[in-house]
């Protein structure tokens, strides 16, 4: 979740919402929401998460749509799974699966800031994966970064989740949107509506940032006109073993925003990117004082 302004600050350690999820601590707040680490008094103390929004700052539907959303999503890997969702007096509610750490948190415990080619074709893949299962249901993300990502060990493997949907929306009908941040896609920044590719296109950015490659040169030039070098010529930015997101960016960028693509030559990409490595196998990591490094 995006850190900004205005957390909810009624609930404290120990607290409870509804009369049922005693508050553990607070894991993060943004514009519309703020989210909850909790525990569920009906059902032997599981742990979940709360996000919570007052409903003086849900003038725009967001709650609605995340709903409409997250129920869709219901068994689908890779989502936050929803328990229950509810209104109070003054907030709107929805509880959910606690999906476990930052894909930035994870990222910071390594020295040099990256993830191993290996391991970050697998958590692009998953990610792709997440993307596509949401664009079926008819919803597109629109604020895919290192902060909606999370890594969660259960049982031996590594387990991959995109979170917040609080700035998603129906993928029709098409809408035009002024987001100019790092992880915008330059279609986006363009004036493009905003479509599935998008999604898609700021997945690989941060996947590019898991890998340590610097895409966007902006020391001389704005973030624009770097993105711009970039997509026009992708396989530059990367040294030979990473070719293959270089290939995944000239897919999507080719995709057209008003029809269904195909995905089959994004998953023959994957399955070929790396001799010897398969997207499919599990994220390599290990335990170190009990806290998951992911190489």
Same mark, same amino acid.
């Given at each position: 979740?995006?850190?900004?302004?205005?957390?909810?600050?009624? %609930?404290?350690?120990?607290?409870?919402?509804?009369?049922? %999820?005693? *508050?553990? !601590?607070?894991?993060?707040?943004?514009?519309? &929401? /703020?989210?909850?680490?909790?525990? +569920?008094?009906?059902?032997?103390?599981?742990?979940?998460?709360?996000?919570?929004?007052?409903?003086?700052? +849900? *003038?725009?539907?967001?709650?609605?749509?995340?709903? &409409?959303?997250? !129920?869709?999503?219901?068994?689908?890997?890779?989502?936050?799974?929803?328990?229950?969702?509810?209104?109070?007096?003054?907030?709107?509610?929805?509880?959910?699966?606690?999906?476990?750490?930052?894909?930035?948190?994870?990222?910071?415990?390594?020295?040099?800031?990256? @993830?191993?080619?290996?391991?970050?074709?697998?958590?692009?893949?998953?990610? /792709?994966?997440?993307?596509?299962?949401?664009?079926?249901?008819?919803?597109?993300?629109?604020?895919?970064?290192?902060?909606?990502?999370?890594? =969660?060990?259960?049982?031996?493997?590594?387990?991959?989740?995109?979170?917040?949907?609080?700035?998603?929306?129906?993928?029709?009908?098409?809408?035009?949107?002024?987001?100019?941040? %790092?992880?915008?896609?330059?279609? *986006?920044?363009?004036? =493009?509506?905003?479509?599935?590719? +998008?999604?898609?296109?700021?997945?690989? %950015?941060?996947? &590019?940032?898991?890998?340590?490659?610097?895409?966007?040169? !902006?020391?001389?030039?704005?973030?624009?006109?770097? =993105?711009?070098?970039?997509?026009?010529?992708?396989?530059?930015?990367?040294?030979?073993?990473?070719?293959?997101?270089?290939?995944?960016?000239?897919? @999507?960028?080719?995709?057209?925003?008003?029809?269904?693509? +195909?995905?089959?030559?994004?998953?023959?990409?994957?399955?070929?990117?790396?001799?010897?490595?398969?997207?499919?196998?599990?994220?390599?990591?290990?335990?170190?004082?009990?806290?998951?490094?992911?190489?």
């Amino acid at each position: 979740m995006v850190f900004c302004r205005n957390p909810i600050s009624c %609930y404290t350690k120990g607290t409870s919402i509804n009369n049922r %999820y005693k *508050v553990i !601590t607070r894991i993060g707040y943004g514009s519309f &929401a /703020t989210a909850f680490k909790v525990q +569920d008094s009906h059902d032997n103390d599981k742990v979940l998460v709360a996000k919570v929004a007052r409903k003086s700052d +849900d *003038v725009s539907g967001k709650y609605n749509m995340e709903v &409409a959303a997250l !129920t869709k999503l219901v068994g689908i890997k890779h989502w936050p799974q929803m328990m229950n969702h509810f209104e109070t007096v003054s907030y709107r509610v929805i509880i959910m699966s606690e999906e476990g750490e930052s894909l930035g948190n994870v990222l910071s415990r390594n020295n040099n800031g990256v @993830f191993s080619n290996g391991n970050s074709l697998r958590v692009s893949y998953c990610l /792709t994966k997440a993307l596509d299962s949401l664009h079926h249901v008819g919803y597109v993300h629109r604020d895919i970064n290192r902060d909606n990502i999370t890594m =969660k060990q259960q049982g031996k493997e590594i387990v991959i989740t995109v979170i917040d949907l609080g700035n998603g929306s129906k993928s029709f009908p098409r809408q035009k949107c002024r987001f100019n941040s %790092y992880p915008t896609s330059w279609h *986006v920044m363009l004036g =493009k509506e905003y479509c599935e590719r +998008d999604d898609f296109v700021s997945g690989l %950015y941060l996947i &590019a940032e898991c890998l340590g490659a610097p895409i966007f040169n !902006t020391k001389n030039k704005s973030l624009i006109d770097a =993105k711009r070098e970039f997509h026009n010529n992708p396989s530059s930015f990367f040294p030979l073993e990473q070719r293959w997101m270089a290939k995944l960016i000239t897919i @999507f960028d080719s995709m057209v925003f008003d029809k269904k693509t +195909d995905l089959s030559p994004i998953w023959n990409s994957y399955a070929t990117a790396i001799p010897r490595v398969s997207p499919l196998s599990p994220i390599e990591y290990e335990k170190i004082n009990d806290v998951v490094v992911v190489q």
